[in-house]
């Protein structure tokens, strides 16, 4: 293809990694000779003056904050030239060598065989007829469409869904919903307490920022990391506004496992409580507070139901056992002075609690229940007060801009209306469903999967008391799976049990893997044909920042900064590509161009009503103001708070449930969900408390977190940010190790040295990984983060890249809730010796073959056959 010779040039694109929508962590891009040189914040004031804005303050004795005038973005934000340039990203269409439709397909070399480049031609033609063959011969539900997730912030051209489009065209797809990841426990915990909010967290959160600012005295960042996980979708500015509170005199509590980067910087206190025990660290709080009398008996008299409950069980009189401080000890590693002196303090001083999203807490087993448990102490100690709630620090709750009314996030008539899959667990939602974390057994389908609830995140609650079943009855169509298309291909590395996902994809049932990517990483060495997609770099766009965390929400258009690498194409255009062999091209584009969709958006966010779309097109961008009455919206739940009478929250009863009449009636045999929240100890799903005999095994608990050097399973080929210590650790084998965490005391037991190669494993496999000993970590402890690129020694068991969702437990959150487990669980950690590195060489050379760049890890040619010619 002819190249156009670019003009020097900067452009504008929103930098998280979020998924379409953008906000906060904005950059220019500097473009010269037709590739980028530099990434850097954006200057609000590039085309604008800022007297022409109107700018939100808050204010906390005679200290000030104020949004920035330029974005914050992280660094692999800054560092993103890095990800476009990888020697990883694939560059034209791929088929793999001992897969052939008309013959043999080997699905027991997936994830072993290499790779040979077609073309698009012949590549879109395989998969335009397997996908009429499958239809035929099985119907239209035995293509799985695995198109969800974040990624790159773009929105016509969004990273996930495009297969969806096309297929629901020809009658559907079985759909893998997306379970609420982020928010698991919320979800299926919290939401029957507040009964309202999409996601389960508290929800209104409108001015939550600014009423903390001015009335609490005390905020506890119980798991979370505002240094760290604000970086991934909204930028820096939780970080200023911390620095800010400690300003004002708002002491700052940390409760984690870890020293974070947040506790680092920010703590007045840290209490290190072992992984996914926090719910006994609660029932210990409400312990001291019914026996000390420190809660707001009123509020929980007019505004809740069910403490006698609640009472019964924390005092012992409901099982025998009283929830003391002693009692919780034991069970979550925080001595019992600091669990009483933390009680009272959050009794007497006016307390928040703060969350990027909740962390390991809400992402462990039986999450519902710190969840639920969460709630109940912020009721009994007045929620939605001054200065008393429940903050995602900054991505909800900040000011309100003006103008800013339907917002373009999780707006389902506006994706309908122009066909583009936004968030395509909304659009195309299919009979036959399966939520993300049960996609393993659905292939191996060794008896009907049922379920109740799909997790769908924008879900009301009434659906977690549906029942759903997989397949559906042959009569509707309802088929096992035999084709896979993703657009999402990291589920060995985000998802639960990865080693189990990776076997599942060789299962000879599945005829046929499509992946489309723009790198070649994790899912997509299983794949049996594999499309070159492109970034955001490579695409005209329009971006909405206006998600509510956003410190100046604008709107973008972002156009294209560089010609596509080698023959990729956007993800919309992939999918084009096949349709046209299918006679749907039209029903594709709606015959709409590029230029006509950035309009055609920008007119149903009302922008019109703001500025003229001809301004917009001149300057490239445009920052709302903030609303001039912004400061009336009633902070979170404070009508309730008021007056619950007339401002019922969304439960059965309109109070706070403590006690759940619902889940009691609809799950009375649910042991792991009660209708109170419990301390569940193990279940039939999960036997991972270092009480269990399993711990003589497996004595550390496993944490982790969301990676400081990437968003989940994205940039982990940076080149800038792998050189960072906890980044990336060299083995004396030149291979660049995911760190893992351990205390000095453990490192010791263990005879475990700084750098050495070592290896974290249970039942479910083995990872390896670089040795970091510090006493940022409590003993007990074991931390790797998540989303480490998968590379695979021995398929289904030992994994060297580092991806530790690979022996995650396969089980779901609890019984009737389909959530996924990250951390939380029974592993061992010992040095891997030279002796068993060697006949690992010897056994699976091929493995340690693959070409390799330590400065970014796996490339491209490891894949292909021969090499990249
Ligand atoms: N152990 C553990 N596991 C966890 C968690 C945890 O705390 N601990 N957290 C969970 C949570 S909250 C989440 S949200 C999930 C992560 O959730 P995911 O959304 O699955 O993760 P990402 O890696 O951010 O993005 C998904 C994929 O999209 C790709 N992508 C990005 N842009 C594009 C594009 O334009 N086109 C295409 N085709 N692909 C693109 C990325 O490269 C990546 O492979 O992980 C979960 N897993
Ligand atoms: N840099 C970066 N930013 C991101 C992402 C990313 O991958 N990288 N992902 C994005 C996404 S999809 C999401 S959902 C959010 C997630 O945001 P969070 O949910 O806030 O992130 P986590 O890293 O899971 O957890 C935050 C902190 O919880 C603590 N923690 C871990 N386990 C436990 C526990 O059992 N108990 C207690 N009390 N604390 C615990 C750890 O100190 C950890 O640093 O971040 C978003 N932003
Ligand atoms: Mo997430």
């Known amino acids: ?92 269409p791929l088929k793999r060598v001992d897969w052939d439709p008309n013959g043999e397909r080997n699905p027991q070399n997936r994830g072993k065989s290499k790779y040979v480049r077609i073309s698009w031609d012949e590549a879109s033609d395989i998969i335009a007829k397997e996908i009429k063959r499958i239809h035929k011969q099985y119907g239209v539900y035995a293509i799985l469409m695995q198109g969800d997730g974040h990624g790159e912030c773009k929105t016509i051209n969004t990273p996930h869904g495009h297969p969806g489009v096309l297929l629901d065209h020809m009658g559907g797809f079985t759909l893998q919903v997306r379970n609420p ?124 139901v069910g403490m006698d409950k609640v009472e019964d069980y924390v005092m012992g009189r409901e099982d025998g056992v009283p929830k003391t401080p002693a009692w919780a000890s034991e069970k979550c590693g925080v001595p019992e002075w600091t669990i009483k002196a933390l009680a009272r303090e959050f009794a007497e001083k006016t307390t928040s609690i703060a969350h990027y999203f909740g962390g390991g807490f809400i992402r462990g087993p039986f999450s519902h229940e710190p969840a639920r448990l969460e709630c109940i102490l912020l009721g009994m100690q007045g929620l939605g007060g001054p200065g008393v709630h429940q903050h995602q620090l900054t991505y909800f709750g900040m000011p309100r801009a003006e103008g800013l009314g339907g917002t373009f996030f999780w ?24 939520p993300k974390t049960l996609i393993q057994k659905a292939i191996e389908l060794r008896e009907p999967i049922v379920f109740h609830g ?50 599942a994809m060789r299962n000879p049932k599945i005829e046929t893997i499509v992946a489309q990517h723009p790198w070649l990483e994790n899912d997509c060495i299983y794949a049996d044909i594999i499309l070159p997609a492109n970034t955001f770099m490579e695409v005209d ?15 973008m258009i972002a156009e294209k900064a560089i010609e596509p690498i080698g023959e990729s194409k956007s993800d919309a255009e992939v999918v084009l590509e096949i349709g046209k062999k299918l006679g749907y091209e039209k029903q594709l584009t709606d015959n709409m161009t590029i230029a006509q969709l950035q309009k055609k958006i920008w007119e149903y966010m009302g922008g019109e009503k703001l500025v003229s779309w001809e301004q917009l097109k001149e300057k490239q961008y445009w920052v709302y103001n903030t609303a001039k009455d912004w400061e009336d919206d009633t902070p979170g739940f404070r009508n309730f708070y008021l007056d619950p009478e007339k401002n ?42 270092l009480t269990s005999p399993r711990a003589r095994l497996y004595p550390l608990l496993m944490m982790s977190n969301h990676g400081r050097w990437r968003v989940h399973a994205q940039c982990d080929d940076i080149t800038w940010t792998r050189e960072a210590p906890t980044c990336k650790i060299l083995g004396p084998d030149g291979y660049k190790y995911e ?70 437990p396969g089980a779901i959150t609890s019984e009737n809730c389909v959530g996924q487990i990250g951390g939380g669980y029974l592993v061992q950690v010992e040095r891997v010796s030279g002796q068993e590195m060697d006949k690992w060489r010897k056994d699976y050379p091929e493995a340690f073959e693959r070409k390799y760049d330590p400065a970014a890890g796996l490339c491209m040619d490891a894949w292909i056959a021969g090499g990249d010619k």
């Open 454 to 503: 799909t997790g769908a995140q924008n879900a009301l609650v009434k659906d977690q008391f549906n029942r759903y079943d997989f397949p559906i009855e042959q009569e509707k169509g309802g088929s096992e799976i035999h084709m896979i298309w993703t657009d999402t291909p990291c589920r060995i590395t985000c998802w639960n049990f990865g080693h189990e996902t990776e076997l």
């Open 648 to 689: 019922p929250l969304g439960t059965p009863t309109g109070k706070l449930e403590f006690y759940s009449e619902s889940l009691a009636k609809a799950f009375p045999d649910d042991k792991e969900r009660p209708p109170i929240p419990k301390w569940i100890e193990k279940s039939h799903n999960h036997d991972e408390r």
């Open 181 to 304: 990841d982020s928010w698991e426990g919320w979800y299926w915990g919290a939401k029957h307490v507040w009964g309202q909010g999409a996601q389960g967290i508290m929800y209104p959160a409108a001015n939550i920022v600014k009423d903390t600012t001015e009335h609490a005295d005390m905020v506890l960042f119980w798991g979370c990391d505002p240094e760290t996980t604000p970086w991934g979708f909204t930028g820096q500015f939780a970080s200023r506004l911390c620095y800010f509170w400690a300003e004002c005199g708002i002491k700052q509590v940390y409760i984690c496992p870890d020293l974070n980067y947040g506790a680092a910087v920010h703590a007045d206190k840290w209490i290190p409580v072992l992984p996914n025990t926090d719910a006994a660290l609660q029932l210990a709080i409400i312990y001291v507070w019914i026996t000390e009398d420190l809660y707001n008996k009123e509020y929980v008299a007019t505004h809740a």
């Open 739 to 808: 760190p893992i965490w351990l205390h000095t005391s453990e490192a010791e037991k263990r005879g475990i040295r700084n750098g050495d190669i070592i290896k974290i494993f249970n039942e479910r496999g083995i990872v390896l990984g670089g040795a970091y000993i510090t006493e940022r970590v409590r003993p007990g402890v074991c931390y790797m983060d998540h989303g480490a690129r998968h590379d695979p020694i021995k398929t289904g068991e030992i994994e060297r890249g580092g991806a530790i969702n690979t022996i995650t």
């Open 411 to 434: 707006n389902p008539e506006i994706e309908e209306r122009l066909s583009l899959p936004v968030m395509s667990s909304v659009t195309a939602w299919q009979q036959q469903v399966i």
């Open 1 to 92: 293809m002819a190249k156009i010779k670019t003009k020097d040039k900067t452009v504008l694109r929103s930098l998280g990694l979020g998924g379409y929508f953008g906000g906060g962590a904005e950059g220019m891009v500097d473009v010269k000779d037709g590739r980028i040189v530099r990434i850097r914040p954006m200057q609000y004031g590039w085309k604008y003056d800022k007297k022409e804005v109107r700018q939100w303050k808050m204010e906390r004795n005679g200290k000030t904050i104020e949004p920035s005038w330029k974005s914050l973005p992280g660094p692999f934000s800054l560092a993103y030239k890095k990800r476009v340039y990888s020697p990883n990203r694939i560059k034209y």
């Open 541 to 555: 766009d329009i971006i909405t920042n206006i998600r509510q965390g956003t410190m100046q929400p604008n709107i």
